[in-house]
């Protein structure tokens, strides 16, 4: 792997700081502007929805401006649209701008992942991409690290939530600047009928001439044979993007309905639920969730080449479901759900859980020690935040990155994560109301549920890419829909089960599946292969 390689995917992947940054800042500067503003929690929900508007918006048309613009200029635009839209809210002098303001940078962060997973997937090489891709996510776990902390330094100074806004900006121009020494994509190049400027980015970008010049042959040959599709073929079964968008859809789905996004934007009214009384004490518990978040994402780097994808979404996903089924534990009711008469004018229940404090109590009004109860539901919240890090996190945004044709890959990226902005805007804008309705107990059993369904999902239609060139993966997506792999999986475990000669088939999981072919296994091929 190139030093050039590696410097451009750092460079891209740093937009992830600011994607991070601008979705998590918000849980802090919550708690300064409902009191300036006077908001009620459905301003609230407003507030924090708006920016997923934006996205919702830039998702729809930012594909066809990454196929058409290219990735890097792409990136380099988006950086302006963080800086002003920074700006915008920095200066704010009212609510309304505020809002508008949040959806304005809604559009950079709707783009932001879009441009930089795809621009990552297409100059690595395949036994490091997931290793680069992934850094995209280390960076978004380091934005929101950032802005934990930020919200901790200026939480106590007045107006301080302009600063918690206006600092990004700095970030923005930082990398834009950064972004204008990174090569083009050579698969755009090509795309775009460029082989002589694909071929000296390929010499940057690998190790020796003979490797270029060898994937800009496999690279031509692969594309010249795709289909020019547009978006009306995306649903359609050409190339099997039906079953490509259900894999893609149901990972966006999934990764909101566990819940961790939703309650990243209410941290600290999570954990004022869970027993931290005051706001700076709230805020500083959500430094704990950054850290946890950066370091289970720094594993997740080094092991999803090694583990692979579908593994690592597996184990992510038990011990998610785990962790929030715990909590739920820790956190019975002793008090009705929140109604109009037990509810303060920030929609926050004046009657508690068994750990729970009164959230504008003193500090002489409150024990100076946390309850045991408040300490356990502290450290799942924080093994809930890791497993999501080493799982829906970065191989979400890993497989989207993998599984789409070249032809189509913005515009099909675009479509997903549109879906997963509007899933991302559903939950976020119901949460306080759900929460003030059913209590933190429920809402952790809600989230656990989704996690089990979304475990027979990643078990029986998710694909394992690990180790394989994009040619490959999409060579086999090509030929599978999800119910030939259904039926291959359930015909190995029915052969394996009677111990008799019969059809070895390879599940689209472990590798390219051609027409299946008969032959004749061992007792230790039978069981390999129903695995």
Not at 68 to 82: E, Q, W
Not at 110 to 115: C, E, H, M, Q
Not at 440 to 455: D, P, Q
Request: proline residues 4%.
């Amino acid at each position: 792997m190139s030093y050039s390689t590696v410097a451009a995917s750092l460079v891209a992947a740093s937009g992830g700081i600011l994607f991070g940054y601008d979705m998590g800042i918000i849980s802090g500067a919550l708690l300064q502007l409902r009191e300036e503003f006077k908001l009620s929690y459905l301003m609230q929900e407003v507030i924090v929805s708006s920016l997923l508007f934006g996205a919702i918006i830039s998702s729809l048309f930012g594909g066809t401006v990454i196929d058409v613009v290219g990735r890097k200029f792409t990136m380099i635009g988006n950086c302006l649209v963080f800086a002003i839209g920074a700006l915008i809210l920095s200066f704010t002098p009212s609510v309304t701008v505020l809002v508008f303001g949040r959806v304005f940078l809604g559009l950079a962060v709707g783009l932001s992942v879009v441009a930089e997973c795809a621009y990552i997937t297409e100059i690595s090489n395949p036994e490091h991409r997931g290793k680069l891709v992934s850094l995209t996510e280390v960076a978004i776990a380091l934005g929101f690290l950032m802005a934990y902390f930020i919200n901790y330094l200026f939480i106590l100074i007045p107006h301080g939530w302009r600063f918690m806004f206006g600092i990004s900006a700095i970030f923005a121009l930082g990398q834009g600047f950064a972004l204008l020494f990174v090569p083009k994509s050579p698969r755009f190049l090509i795309i775009k009928n460029k082989p002589i400027e694909a071929l000296q980015v390929l010499r940057r970008l690998r190790s020796d001439e003979d490797s270029a010049h060898q994937e800009l042959s496999s690279l031509k040959h692969h594309l010249s044979s795709e289909q020019n599709l547009g978006w009306k073929e995306l649903c359609s079964q050409k190339n099997n993007l039906c079953y490509r968008l259900v894999i893609g859809l149901g990972l966006a789905f999934l990764q909101q309905a566990s819940g961790l996004p939703t309650i990243l934007y209410y941290a600290p009214v999570v954990l004022k639920q869970i027993g931290f009384y005051s706001n700076q004490s709230a805020t500083l518990a959500t430094i704990g969730a950054g850290v946890t978040k950066m370091i289970a994402v720094c594993i997740s780097l080094c092991a999803v080449d090694r583990i692979g994808r579908k593994k690592l979404l597996t184990i992510g996903t038990v011990l998610m479901a785990l962790c929030l089924f715990f909590a739920s534990a820790l956190n019975r009711p002793s008090s009705i759900p929140c109604q109009e008469d037990n509810c303060d004018s920030h929609g926050e229940n004046i009657n508690f859980t068994d750990n729970e404090y009164v959230s504008n109590a003193t500090t002489e009004q409150v024990s100076a020690s946390l309850p045991v109860s408040t300490c356990l539901s502290l450290v799942c919240m924080l093994c809930y935040v890791a497993a999501y890090s080493i799982s829906y996190g970065p191989v979400t945004w890993l497989l989207l990155s993998e599984i789409f044709p070249s032809s189509v890959k913005g515009r099909s990226i675009a479509l997903v994560v549109a879906a997963n902005w509007t899933f991302n805007l559903v939950f976020s804008f119901t949460f306080l109301d759900y929460l003030a309705k059913t209590g933190i107990m429920w809402t952790f059993i809600t989230y656990g549920i989704a996690c089990s369904i979304g475990l027979l999902f990643v078990l029986t239609v998710v694909p394992e890419t690990k180790g394989r060139t994009l040619e490959d993966i999409d060579s086999s997506l090509n030929e599978l829909s999800v119910l030939q792999e259904l039926k291959l999986r359930c015909a190995s475990s029915v052969c394996t089960d009677s111990g008799s000669p019969r059809a070895s088939y390879e599940p689209l999981s472990q590798g390219p599946l051609p027409e299946p072919a008969l032959r004749t296994s061992s007792a230790d091929s039978h069981t390999e292969s129903a695995i």
